[in-house]
């Protein structure tokens, strides 16, 4: 196998929502392939904590202020990153939000802002990052689903509709940039051990000993299971694969309900 398939030299890469959880392993694993690192995210304390764990392994790593819902705070992200390193070429569109309610309990700026973020987000992201990727003769976009782009759940009304979304958006890219040589395609993770899944074993007491009935490998995914396939996404070895979603879930959503 040509590894070289997999090496990131020279590639910089954009996490948002990359200074914790899902978003910093997918930061770890692409540096330690050779990327440069731009960790995107609105909790500065956090992102320099972030920033001082990557480079204790000698990541090429730098933080930049990010409001994924902003259309200007975007496009500065963009402006800033290709100051900085002089290109971009990899986008992680990791940047999430939930907020677990029933659909009736749940208010109208509660479902937007979870929108914005977790959908209207990648979009801006995607769209400000389109023509330095084309300048540069091609891209990657990596847009992080969730098993609820898959499946329902009643106490995320808000949070399925916008990794539902992601699914379509992720296809409705791909179509309109291939030709651009910018690949886009979406990772799904399962249940993995985050902040935020914490908080959910807090409110659903038997979610815990349910997700490892349910998953066939047995456990709760970590931070750095879904690293090995955003790499796959992010390198030469997936310059073919566009358009797709890809669960990393541990043969969970493999099951029947």
Known sequence: ???????????????????????????????????????????????QQALQELRKTGAD??????????KDSVETLVESTVNQFGRLDILVNNAGI????MAQDLSLDDWSRVLEI????AFLCSKAAYLTMKANGGGKIINIGSMMSIFGAPLAPAYC???????QLTKSLAAAWASDNIQVNALLPGWIDTDMTRQARLDIPPLHE????????????????????????????SDFVTGASIPVDGGFSILGT
């Open 98 to 101: 939930n907020v677990r309610k």
């Open 210 to 237: 349910n997700v490892l009935r349910r998953t066939p490998a047995g456990r709760w995914g970590s931070e750095v299971d879904c690293g090995g396939t955003a790499m796959f996404l992010a390198s030469p070895a």
């Open 161 to 167: 509709a916008s990794k539902g979304g992601i699914v």
């Open 61 to 70: 790593a730098i933080s930049i202020n990010v409001d994924v819902a902003n």
């Open 118 to 121: 977790n959908l209207t987000g």
């Open 1 to 47: 196998m040509n590894m070289n398939l997999f090496n990131l030299n020279g590639k910089v890469a954009v996490v948002t929502g990359g200074n914790g959880g899902i978003g910093l392993g997918i930061s770890r694993t692409l540096s330690q392939a050779g990327a440069r690192i731009v960790i995107a995210a609105r909790n500065k304390d956090k992102s």
